[in-house]
């Protein structure tokens, strides 16, 4: 039985040294965002450029994610990690030495939270595609949430320290005490053994990478649902950053050590909605009943927000908010690293965090303007009726298939047996496959045909069609393109054990006398671009290593 503990996963040594750093990471993290946000007080800043701390801090994930998430499956992340954890300790340093030079203003901080934004929105994917490297699945669950803990331990401590501190040591030092923060975790992940090996063999280069990174979210259906309800969520739980410097700084006055305590209590419900609430919920409703659970929290905690101003009330509202971010937040993430095959997990997961804090960097930018036009109040009941709308369309669109995912790897053989092998970047390859489908069967061979087609678009095809002869009805004829034929042998070792499952339904349709017959032909032909270049295809430059008929093909009347 999967163990529901909170704690579980931290069993693991790896995953426990990889943590603690994370959490050390993430404290200096938040305490930069706090110091931040006085800074911008501190320089009379308006209500919008206040807003636009979450947006500068949230667009480099929009922007930097994709590519970094296809990086971190082709470089060892370990070193992707460091280089990060440094960049941003640079930046932290470059912010230090304009405070001490009082050349800083509302514009150059903007710049500089950015810039450190891009050092976390490179090193994110890693971090989350490092988890499944070093967790079993049984500790996956866990791992996710204490990840989730993780994030509210740092947001409790590095507000609180910094509300604290700032007074003490004033902006410059806080600011130089974190960049030497940085490097000191820096050094602590690289004690660590590289977390995976890359084989060499097959492996794709980073535009390659990127390219099938968008062609598997466009054609993976479980994905795009769960791609949709993180940019739901991400856009009405953006209204908590966006909008709560704005009420405790320019609305209630708050001092620097009161800001800091409404900072840590969202922290304090996302900790409680880690460790309380969602074991206890997991063991009791689905996933998706979670998520409709926080949505509903979230739009509770946003109007009430509208017609409070106590210091006690807002710490409140923002520690339910907290709570639901732990709980959307955690089931989506879980549900998303349960249906990603390992060959493309980070780049997945870029895709979650870009989508996520894209959504957060445009409803940054929607709340703050609304502030600026509309006001605070009305502003916050329109994110309330959001988050309702954003309620029912989770009952449309649930994410319970998750839990039964099978997405370990189950490579298909076709026992190709060629007399003549390409090389690995001779292409474009045509593979065929001829069905013989008995007239009782062909509606359900029809229907799991649209999902073998599927799964061979997401893992590296492109045009791919199902015909029926005119002249023998029941004779089916599956034909797709692979830019390579090293792709081409990718696109088999990454099938899963849900698509191997699909294509064997599908194959033992067949009633002929022998097996579907398999066919393999590699163009001569030149080929610059492919048809749909950008998101299925590729460029290419260099015509066939093989001395060849204008086609070759080879037949193969086997597979499994």
């Given at each position: 039985?999967?163990?529901?503990?909170?704690?579980?996963?931290?069993?693991?040594?790896?995953?426990?040294?990889?943590?603690?750093?994370?959490?050390?990471?993430?404290?200096?993290?938040?305490?930069?965002?706090?110091?931040?946000?006085?800074?911008?007080?501190?320089?009379?800043?308006?209500?919008?450029?206040?807003?636009?701390?979450?947006?500068?801090?949230?667009?480099?994930?929009?922007?930097?994610?994709?590519?970094?998430?296809?990086?971190?499956?082709?470089?060892?992340?370990?070193?992707?990690?460091?280089?990060?954890?440094?960049?941003?300790?640079?930046?932290?340093?470059?912010?230090?030495?304009?405070?001490?030079?009082?050349?800083?203003?509302?514009?150059?901080?903007?710049?500089?939270?950015?810039?450190?934004?891009?050092?976390?929105?490179?090193?994110?994917?890693?971090?989350?595609?490092?988890?499944?490297?070093?967790?079993?699945?049984?500790?996956?669950?866990?791992?996710?949430?204490?990840?989730?803990?993780?994030?509210?331990?740092?947001?409790?401590?590095?507000?609180?320290?910094?509300?604290?501190?700032?007074?003490?040591?004033?902006?410059?030092?806080?600011?130089?005490?974190?960049?030497?923060?940085?490097?000191?975790?820096?050094?602590?992940?690289?004690?660590?053994?590289?977390?995976?090996?890359?084989?060499?063999?097959?492996?794709?280069?980073?535009?390659?990478?990127?390219?099938?990174?968008?062609?598997?979210?466009?054609?993976?259906?479980?994905?795009?649902?769960?791609?949709?309800?993180?940019?739901?969520?991400?856009?009405?739980?953006?209204?908590?950053?966006?909008?709560?410097?704005?009420?405790?700084?320019?609305?209630?006055?708050?001092?620097?050590?009161?800001?800091?305590?409404?900072?840590?209590?969202?922290?304090?419900?996302?900790?409680?909605?880690?460790?309380?609430?969602?074991?206890?919920?997991?063991?009791?409703?689905?996933?998706?009943?979670?998520?409709?659970?926080?949505?509903?929290?979230?739009?509770?905690?946003?109007?009430?927000?509208?017609?409070?101003?106590?210091?006690?009330?807002?710490?409140?509202?923002?520690?339910?908010?907290?709570?639901?971010?732990?709980?959307?937040?955690?089931?989506?993430?879980?549900?998303?690293?349960?249906?990603?095959?390992?060959?493309?997990?980070?780049?997945?997961?870029?895709?979650?965090?870009?989508?996520?804090?894209?959504?957060?960097?445009?409803?940054?930018?929607?709340?703050?303007?609304?502030?600026?036009?509309?006001?605070?109040?009305?502003?916050?009941?329109?994110?309330?009726?959001?988050?309702?709308?954003?309620?029912?369309?989770?009952?449309?669109?649930?994410?319970?298939?998750?839990?039964?995912?099978?997405?370990?790897?189950?490579?298909?053989?076709?026992?190709?047996?060629?007399?003549?092998?390409?090389?690995?970047?001779?292409?474009?390859?045509?593979?065929?496959?001829?069905?013989?489908?008995?007239?009782?069967?062909?509606?359900?061979?029809?229907?799991?045909?649209?999902?073998?087609?599927?799964?061979?678009r997401r893992n590296g095809a492109f045009q791919c069609g199902l015909d029926e002869s005119l002249d023998q009805p029941?004779?089916?004829?599956?034909?797709?393109?692979?830019?390579?034929?090293?792709?081409?042998?990718?696109?088999?070792?990454?099938?899963?054990?849900?698509?191997?499952?699909?294509?064997?339904?599908?194959?033992?349709?067949?009633?002929?006398?022998?097996?579907?017959?398999?066919?393999?032909?590699?163009?001569?032909?030149?080929?610059?671009?492919?048809?749909?270049?950008?998101?299925?295809?590729?460029?290419?430059?260099?015509?066939?290593?093989?001395?060849?008929?204008?086609?070759?093909?080879?037949?193969?009347?086997?597979?499994?």
């Open positions: 039985m999967r163990s529901t503990s909170t704690w579980f996963a931290l069993r693991n040594p790896v995953f426990c040294r990889v943590w603690f750093a994370s959490l050390l990471a993430g404290t200096v993290v938040s305490a930069q965002d706090m110091t931040a946000a006085w800074l911008m007080h501190d320089l009379n800043a308006s209500p919008l450029f206040l807003s636009l701390l979450a947006t500068a801090s949230s667009a480099p994930f929009f922007l930097f994610t994709l590519p970094a998430g296809a990086i971190a499956d082709i470089v060892n992340r370990r070193l992707v990690i460091v280089s990060a954890i440094l960049w941003q300790g640079a930046c932290a340093a470059l912010l230090a030495l304009g405070a001490w030079t009082s050349l800083v203003n509302a514009r150059s901080l903007l710049a500089c939270i950015f810039a450190l934004g891009i050092g976390l929105a490179l090193g994110a994917p890693a971090w989350g595609a490092v988890v499944p490297d070093v967790v079993g699945n049984d500790e996956l669950p866990s791992a996710v949430t204490l990840g989730g803990v993780q994030i509210n331990l740092s947001g409790i401590v590095g507000p609180s320290l910094g509300g604290l501190l700032l007074p003490l040591l004033q902006a410059e030092l806080l600011i130089s005490l974190n960049a030497v923060a940085f490097v000191i975790v820096a050094l602590v992940m690289l004690q660590l053994r590289p977390f995976k090996e890359h084989p060499t063999e097959l492996r794709e280069n980073v535009t390659e990478s990127f390219i099938s990174s968008l062609r598997y979210a466009r054609n993976s259906r479980r994905m795009k649902i769960i791609l949709f309800r993180n940019i739901i969520f991400s856009l009405v739980i953006s209204i908590v950053p966006a909008l709560l410097p704005v009420i405790a700084l320019k609305e209630m006055e708050c001092s620097a050590t009161q800001l800091g305590l409404v900072f840590t209590s969202v922290a304090v419900g996302s900790l409680a909605g880690a460790v309380i609430a969602l074991p206890y919920l997991r063991r009791r409703i689905s996933a998706n009943a979670i998520t409709s659970i926080a949505m509903a929290i979230v739009a509770v905690a946003v109007l009430a927000m509208a017609f409070i101003r106590q210091v006690p009330a807002l710490m409140a509202c923002a520690a339910l908010a907290g709570l639901a971010w732990a709980l959307a937040g955690s089931e989506i993430w879980v549900a998303g690293q349960r249906v990603m095959p390992a060959w493309v997990r980070g780049r997945m997961s870029a895709f979650l965090i870009m989508l996520g804090q894209g959504s957060m960097a445009v409803g940054a930018v929607f709340w703050g303007m609304g502030v600026a036009h509309a006001g605070l109040n009305v502003t916050l009941a329109a994110a309330a009726a959001i988050a309702l709308v954003g309620l029912a369309l989770g009952h449309r669109f649930s994410i319970n298939f998750a839990a039964e995912a099978s997405v370990e790897e189950a490579p298909l053989d076709h026992l190709h047996g060629l007399s003549m092998v390409p090389k690995p970047d001779d292409g474009p390859i045509r593979i065929t496959i001829e069905y013989v489908i008995a007239n009782d069967h062909r509606e359900r061979f029809r229907v799991l045909m649209q999902e073998v087609q599927a799964t061979f029941g004779l089916f004829h599956l034909e797709y393109q692979v830019s390579t034929w090293a792709e081409h042998l990718r696109q088999n070792s990454r099938m899963t054990i849900d698509e191997s499952r699909v294509f064997s339904m599908a194959w033992n349709l067949h009633s002929g006398d022998s097996p579907p017959i398999v066919r393999h032909f590699l163009s001569t032909q030149r080929f610059m671009q492919l048809p749909g270049f950008g998101i299925s295809g590729r460029t290419f430059a260099d015509t066939s290593s093989l001395s060849s008929p204008n086609l070759i093909a080879i037949s193969s009347a086997s597979a499994s």
